[in-house]
């Protein structure tokens, strides 16, 4: 199910259509991470040299260069090191490049500062991040400025720095369908990971321990981790949006919020539930999540080709407000309310948000000041939620501790759109039943 090497020359030349002439494009590997002392973080790739290559390596950097004789892309990375491979790891080198990542050339990255400044002699324009990697940042001046101490001799340097985001962001907005296909997979997993915790749940355990069963449906089903730090907030700690230290005992007569999805070659999923710790919904615990299940149903049924992306946003406000005042728990008119921002004091966060190869992905929500309108394979998340603090004397103490949000993954199709999160139930009395067997 990985991308295949023909997807990502597909995308690089997407990119270089869209790179003005006599330029180039540069795109460095992510730095390795220290987590304490000689210990390191598991490595994550820069997420834009992942898009275009799929090249897993720290130490590594890629040029696109189109129009190029000797061939248009060029990988920098670690050489073959048989010791290095005995204690670290299996490494491409510049040969596996060519043969399994689709390098035109490819050269050790020892041999970086002597190749990449002709590369970057006589260049109109180049197109980087700038500002995401303070060193390789310097590392690319020092070149630029190599090439600047050459003029004498007749070297020119390039002229022009151009966001290279702006591009690869507008791109990685529109998933193609093998794109689809990961996510739905990342989806189909999370799902089960989530119904696994309603099964296990019950009084007694710990919030860490049901983020240990999701955990581990993740990695039995394939996927090498999550795509961000697991949410399991019993009780009132369901009311901190992002709750993650897992810490705490699950109560019997609490509702446990979880937002958890995992990574799955390259592609994140990002699911929420809210359940009962004991199976059973109290009847003010139902009455929020009707309301905000409500919310949901109402925004996902205007996701679709044409539509603005604030819709689904408008859709759950009106139908929290609305929830809201006939519990008495707001009082007023429903427009006057929601002109008010009302609801911020129970729903403080939008609809939802990009989804792909970030869990929060990349792409303008907006194009000229004004909300831009869904396309077909763009992949939003749906996450209403109504939030009552613990301590809110404002409200009937029946309500207070009480923190729902559902949240799923949807993707906009030619005709409307598909939900590819639903093999986990969100209805009450699906909920009961799972956690019932």
Request: with cysteine; aromatic share 8%; proline share 5%.
């Given at each position: 199910?990985?991308?295949?090497?023909?997807?990502?020359?597909?995308?690089?030349?997407?990119?270089?259509?869209?790179?003005?002439g006599?330029?180039?494009?540069i795109i460095a590997?992510?730095?390795e991470?220290?987590r304490?002392?000689?210990t390191?973080?598991?490595y994550?790739?820069?997420?834009?040299?992942?898009?275009?290559?799929?090249?897993?390596?720290?130490?590594?950097?890629?040029?696109?260069?189109?129009g190029?004789e000797?061939g248009?892309?060029?990988i920098?990375?670690?050489?073959?090191?048989?010791l290095?491979?005995i204690w670290?790891?299996?490494r491409?080198?510049?040969?596996?490049?060519?043969a399994?990542?689709?390098?035109d050339?490819?050269f050790?990255?020892?041999?970086?500062?002597?190749?990449?400044?002709?590369?970057l002699?006589?260049?109109d324009?180049?197109?980087?991040?700038?500002?995401?990697?303070?060193?390789?940042?310097?590392?690319?001046?020092a070149?630029?400025?190599d090439?600047r101490?050459?003029?004498?001799?007749g070297?020119?340097?390039?002229?022009?720095?151009?966001?290279?985001?702006?591009?690869?962001?507008?791109?990685?907005?529109?998933?193609?369908?093998p794109?689809?296909?990961v996510?739905?997979?990342?989806?189909?997993?999370?799902?089960?990971?989530?119904?696994r915790?309603?099964?296990?749940?019950?009084?007694?355990?710990f919030e860490?321990?049901?983020?240990?069963?999701?955990e581990?449906?993740?990695?039995?089903?394939?996927?090498?981790a999550?795509?961000y730090?697991?949410?399991?907030g019993?009780?009132?700690?369901?009311?901190?949006?992002?709750?993650?230290?897992?810490?705490d005992?699950?109560?019997?007569g609490?509702?446990?919020?979880?937002?958890?999805?995992?990574?799955?070659?390259?592609?994140?999923?990002?699911?929420?539930?809210?359940?009962?710790?004991?199976?059973?919904?109290?009847e003010?615990?139902?009455?929020?999540?009707?309301i905000?299940?409500?919310?949901?149903?109402?925004?996902?049924?205007?996701?679709?080709?044409?539509?603005?992306?604030?819709?689904?946003n408008e859709?759950?406000?009106?139908t929290?407000?609305?929830g809201?005042?006939?519990l008495?728990?707001l009082?007023?008119?429903?427009?006057?309310?929601?002109?008010?921002?009302?609801?911020?004091?129970f729903?403080m966060?939008?609809?939802?948000?990009?989804?792909?190869?970030?869990?929060?992905?990349?792409?303008?929500?907006k194009?000229?000041?004004?909300?831009?309108?869904?396309e077909p394979?763009m992949?939003?998340?749906?996450?209403?939620?109504?939030?009552?603090?613990?301590?809110?004397?404002?409200?009937?103490?029946?309500?207070?501790?009480?923190?729902?949000?559902?949240e799923?993954?949807?993707?906009?199709?030619?005709i409307?759109?598909?939900v590819?999160?639903?093999?986990?139930?969100k209805?009450?009395?699906?909920?009961?039943?799972?956690?019932?067997?």
């Amino acid at each position: 199910m990985m991308i295949a090497n023909k997807e990502y020359a597909a995308r690089r030349k997407e990119l270089m259509s869209l790179m003005q002439g006599n330029s180039i494009a540069i795109i460095a590997s992510a730095p390795e991470k220290i987590r304490s002392r000689d210990t390191h973080y598991s490595y994550k790739q820069n997420v834009t040299l992942s898009y275009l290559s799929g090249f897993p390596e720290p130490e590594s950097v890629m040029a696109l260069i189109p129009g190029r004789e000797q061939g248009e892309v060029v990988i920098f990375c670690r050489d073959k090191d048989p010791l290095r491979e005995i204690w670290d790891g299996y490494r491409e080198g510049p040969g596996g490049a060519v043969a399994n990542f689709g390098a035109d050339d490819a050269f050790p990255i020892s041999d970086i500062d002597d190749i990449l400044p002709g590369l970057l002699e006589g260049k109109d324009r180049v197109y980087y991040a700038i500002g995401k990697d303070p060193d390789f940042d310097a590392h690319l001046t020092a070149w630029i400025n190599d090439v600047r101490s050459q003029r004498g001799s007749g070297a020119l340097p390039p002229g022009e720095f151009v966001d290279l985001d702006h591009f690869v962001n507008e791109m990685r907005l529109i998933k193609t369908a093998p794109e689809i296909k990961v996510m739905r997979k990342a989806g189909e997993i999370s799902a089960r990971a989530h119904c696994r915790a309603m099964e296990i749940s019950r009084p007694g355990l710990f919030e860490y321990q049901l983020q240990a069963e999701i955990e581990h449906e993740f990695m039995a089903s394939g996927a090498r981790a999550p795509a961000y730090s697991s949410i399991v907030g019993g009780g009132k700690n369901g009311c901190v949006l992002h709750y993650i230290e897992n810490r705490d005992k699950l109560e019997d007569g609490d509702l446990v919020l979880i937002d958890a999805g995992c990574e799955f070659e390259d592609y994140a999923a990002d699911i929420t539930r809210t359940f009962p710790v004991n199976g059973k919904f109290s009847e003010a615990q139902a009455a929020i999540y009707d309301i905000v299940l409500q919310a949901q149903a109402d925004a996902i049924k205007v996701i679709g080709p044409g539509i603005e992306y604030n819709k689904a946003n408008e859709a759950t406000i009106r139908t929290i407000t609305q929830g809201l005042v006939d519990l008495e728990i707001l009082e007023g008119d429903v427009d006057e309310l929601i002109a008010e921002e009302a609801h911020r004091e129970f729903y403080m966060h939008g609809a939802g948000h990009w989804l792909g190869m970030d869990v929060h992905d990349v792409g303008d929500y907006k194009i000229d000041n004004k909300w831009r309108v869904h396309e077909p394979g763009m992949v939003v998340t749906i996450e209403p939620g109504i939030y009552i603090a613990p301590d809110n004397t404002n409200v009937d103490e029946k309500w207070r501790g009480i923190a729902v949000r559902i949240e799923d993954d949807v993707v906009v199709t030619k005709i409307g759109n598909e939900v590819i999160t639903s093999g986990v139930p969100k209805a009450r009395d699906q909920i009961e039943a799972l956690m019932a067997t």
